[in-house]
């Protein structure tokens, strides 16, 4: 035990005598933003022992929840800019200014790799009482405010989805905050709520299974995966403006780390995510594979954040206005 | 027929029966250091084993599962500092066992009981699994209050020699845990504008702080008193003493799968309801509870182990974590190929078998490496108190410092060590505090979770109980404990007082 201990403790002096030039020196710590089994769980978990092999160490990776993701992405941005504490995040992070949650976004994260995009589908208890998007908006107006939507917390996936359904419908639901879409779906089978919008890919077992019914793709198109899902725009085409929209995953590091060590973890992430294994995981789940860093995903992230901001402080969600913080109107 | 083979695969497989055997030996160390759980290690395995086929993966993790749950009770016994959170309740009597020179007894029983725990888990998993997660997944937000509620009441059973303390120190955990980030919307509560108080306060660090570094220095009033002989002649326990208390081990065991499948609960709560649930059964315990009662480590200790078997459930059927462990062997699987799912069970049947075989061996070989070498464990208890108490104090901060690899951590832990010290001079227990705080947000989330699913309405919250067969059941039990303890009831119904919490306090 002894020697377990001696051990521990040289890891942790190793830590702060860590140089840059001959990083990564120590295991690599990944701070997973949202809760085990989620979409982002599932996609950081799934990469990162292709990267481990690039990078020859490890990335010890947690689950930090809460608060939309605000106590990973503080936790991240409070350590060392050295590159050993990678967020592992979703899209979340761009709305926190407006929606008064936290004064940081991406532009204070440098994208190691932004890896994929989801498609968010509509899916239902499979006992709730209507079976298409249609009979839910009917079944919605008739009982306003009765059915309960399932939800991650403001500025999570399912509010923005809901946010932009009541911004074209008349479509009043109780959204019920859960620790991520994994718990929520769970919660969603036990029939704590009745719908609720998630990232394909979390879904797609459960619909195949039969446990819960999907409702619509909330795309322009059909997917590969589930082609029998009723793109939105099929029945409401004024969703088209805003399509497409979707989540994304991606891999950060605080802006301040030595470019050295930023170009070592981009290039380890891109041949990870370049890997066979992973990019049929990605496309099997429903997910499209991005793969980009540096400027080319800061256009991305930041064209990301004008759409969304404005949308979600449009339909009275933020408490924020975009212009305050420079964000442009698309 | 083929379910056989699969069950039996990891028996005659020399590489994977060597690995289960590993992991387990590997889990009970890592469990028994505080601060590296089993969570950690499993999720550094799945990189390191991502080249492998996905059975020898999955062996080595049941083994460090298994192993690593029973390795919390070592560090609890010997040094009173719980593993782990589902050990908190085994150091409550296992400790005063080592105090009497009992360690090696303490470390036997509760080697014997995971054991038995483990193993009525693993049944249950092979028997039961689909109608036990159908059951699992129906709880909703208030059923999880509910459960928080029942936990509450805990603290009469932690509470020593008064309620009102135990309350007031049970009140400060449950306040501790509000601090940081409000989980539901990110306001931020009790943080004063520190980054690092947004994180919240780390239960563990608290655990080893309030249990450890206490106890370290409230031995230092006692430096000159000669360590208690340890006595090392009886480790395996007779089968007499399991026998009568096959009972409770099975009882125990039954709260623990339960507690273990529900999705939001785990190990950790199973074992302090186990435990609470021993003190109110046993009527005339031979060791008053709190001084080094058995029932107080059968129960908890039957209970954690009974809790791994339990987690798969949910997991297994349908792709749901039953804990954070599962959590992570779902994305290993995913990883490996399989599409953890509904439908794994009815895909990859032989996936299920395999894992049932699996972890009934990690439990055997967990019984064998606990069970040997206590004599030298026992020793470190033996060793004068001046080489003792810098080692515990070490162990302790680099068990603070690993939780998150956080200096900040390693402050608040001393800290609460100091608070914790302070605390028991004055009559006060710490385990309340603990319990407050693991409970705090369990309770938290939900109740407001329930609350905004009835749009915000007292009386159809209320009425959602009544009318919910299962809420009104948990509700029905935690009217029932309270009934149990007015004094109408005890004067009625109880045997003499056995028990030192609500009696003294009256």
Redesign the interface.
């Known amino acids: 035990m002894l020697k377990t201990l001696v051990g521990a403790f040289a890891l942790s002096m190793a830590a702060s005598f860590a140089m840059a030039n001959d990083f990564p020196k120590q295991d690599l710590q990944g701070v997973i933003q949202w809760g085990a089994g989620g979409s982002t769980d599932l996609v950081m978990r799934s990469v990162a022992p292709h990267v481990e092999k690039e990078l020859g160490r490890s990335i010890v990776m947690t689950n930090k929840t809460g608060g939309v993701g605000v106590i990973a992405t503080q936790f991240v941005s409070t350590q060392p800019a050295d590159g050993y504490t990678l967020l592992m995040s979703a899209e979340n992070p761009q709305l926190y200014k407006v929606m008064g949650l936290s004064n940081l976004d991406y532009s204070n994260f440098y994208p190691v790799n932004v890896l994929a995009r989801g498609v968010p589908i509509i899916v239902a208890n499979k006992d709730a009482p209507f079976n298409t998007f249609k009979e839910l908006v009917d079944y919605v107006q008739k009982n306003p405010g009765k059915v309960r939507m399932g939800s991650t917390g403001p500025g999570g996936l399912p509010s923005v989805v809901g946010a932009m359904l009541s911004s074209k419908l008349d479509f009043k639901v109780t959204a019920v905050p859960f620790d991520g879409d994994g718990p929520a779906l769970t919660a969603m089978q036990g029939g704590a709520v009745e719908f609720m919008p998630a990232v394909l890919g979390a879904a797609v077992e459960h619909v195949k299974a039969g446990r819960i019914k999907v409702l619509a793709i909330f795309d322009k198109q059909a997917s590969p995966v589930l082609p029998d899902a009723r793109p939105i725009t099929a029945d409401y085409p004024q969703f088209e403006s805003l399509l497409p929209w979707g989540p994304f995953f991606g891999v950060f590091v605080k802006s301040e780390t030595p470019d050295d060590v930023k170009a070592k973890l981009v290039a380890a992430f891109k041949k990870g995510a370049n890997n066979e294994a992973f990019q049929k995981l990605l496309s099997d789940r429903g997910y499209v594979s991005m793969n980009m860093s540096g400027d080319e995903a800061n256009s991305f992230l930041k064209k990301w954040q004008s759409t969304t901001s404005w949308i979600v402080y449009d339909a009275g969600m933020g408490k924020k206005s975009p212009e305050e913080f420079g964000i442009p109107k698309p | 027929m083929e379910a056989l083979t699969y069950l039996f695969s990891s028996w005659i497989q020399p590489d994977l029966l060597f690995l289960t055997a590993l992991g387990a030996f590997a889990g009970i160390?890592i469990g028994?250091?505080p601060g590296?759980s089993v969570?950690?290690a499993v999720?550094?395995l799945?990189?390191?084993t991502?080249s492998w086929e996905v059975n020898p993966a999955l062996a080595l993790m049941n083994g460090i599962f298994m192993g690593g749950v029973y390795g919390g009770s070592r560090t609890a016994i010997l040094l009173n500092i719980p593993g782990a959170p589902a050990a908190i309740a085994t150091s409550l009597d296992g400790y005063p066992m080592a105090k009497k020179g009992e360690a090696g007894q303490a470390i036997g029983l509760s080697t014997v009981m995971s054991f038995i725990g483990g193993l009525v888990g693993i049944v249950v998993l092979a028997l039961a699994a689909p109608a036990i997660s159908e059951f699992a997944?129906?709880?909703?937000?208030r059923d999880y209050m509910l459960i928080a509620v029942m936990g509450i009441l805990l603290v009469g059973a932690l509470s020593g020699e008064s309620l009102a303390k135990g309350v007031f120190a049970g009140a400060f955990g449950i306040l501790l845990g509000t601090v940081?980030?409000?989980?539901?919307?990110?306001e931020q509560r009790f943080t004063f504008g520190s980054?690092?108080l947004?994180?919240?306060i780390s239960s563990i660090a608290l655990m080893i702080g309030m249990f450890g570094v206490s106890e370290a220095l409230l031995q230092l009033h006692h430096l000159n008193a000669q360590a208690v002989k340890q006595k090392i002649d009886r480790i395996v326990p007779l089968w007499g003493d399991i026998k009568r208390h096959l009972s409770l081990t099975l009882q125990s065991s039954g709260i623990g799968v339960i507690i273990g499948a529900l999705?939001?609960t785990g190990g950790d709560i199973a074992a302090l309801m186990a435990y609470d649930h021993a003190k109110r059964i046993t009527k005339n315990p031979d060791v008053p509870f709190g001084e080094g009662a058995k029932e107080g480590l059968i129960a908890p200790e039957s209970a954690n182990n009974a809790a791994v078997g339990g987690a798969y459930i949910p997991m297994l059927t349908?792709?749901?974590?039953g804990d954070?462990v599962t959590?992570?062997i779902?994305?290993?699987l995913?990883?490996h190929?399989l599409?953890?799912?509904?439908?794994l069970l009815l895909e990859k049947p032989d996936m299920f078998w395999f894992t049932v075989g699996n972890l009934v061996l990690a439990d055997i070989f967990m019984l064998i490496f606990g069970l040997t070498g206590i004599r030298i464990f026992t020793k470190i208890i033996e060793c004068p108190k001046a080489v003792l108490f810098p080692l515990i104090l070490?162990?302790s901060v680099?068990g603070a410092?690993?939780i998150?690899?956080s200096v900040a951590d390693v402050w608040w832990m001393l800290g609460f060590g100091v608070f914790g010290y302070f605390m028991k001079l004055y009559g006060y227990q710490v385990a309340p505090v603990i319990l407050g705080i693991i409970l705090s947000r369990l309770m938290d989330?939900n109740w407001r979770?329930a609350i905004?699913?009835e749009?915000e309405s007292l009386p159809d919250f209320v009425l959602g109980i009544l009318t919910s067969p299962l809420s009104a059941t948990l509700l029905g039990i935690i009217v029932f404990v309270l009934f149990t303890q007015t004094r109408w009831w005890k004067r009625r119904f109880g045997a003499a007082p056995t028990s030192l919490d609500a009696v003294k306090s009256n």
Do not use: E, W
Request: proline share 10%; net charge positive; hydrophobic share 50%.
């Open positions: 160390y028994a250091i590296l969570t950690m999720s550094i799945i990189s390191f991502f997944i129906k709880f909703q937000p940081g980030l409000d989980p539901m919307t990110a980054v690092s947004m994180n919240g999705p939001g349908l792709g749901i974590p954070a959590a992570v779902i994305g290993a995913f990883i190929g599409n953890p799912g509904p439908l070490l162990l680099v410092y690993s998150n690899n989330d979770r905004i699913s749009r």
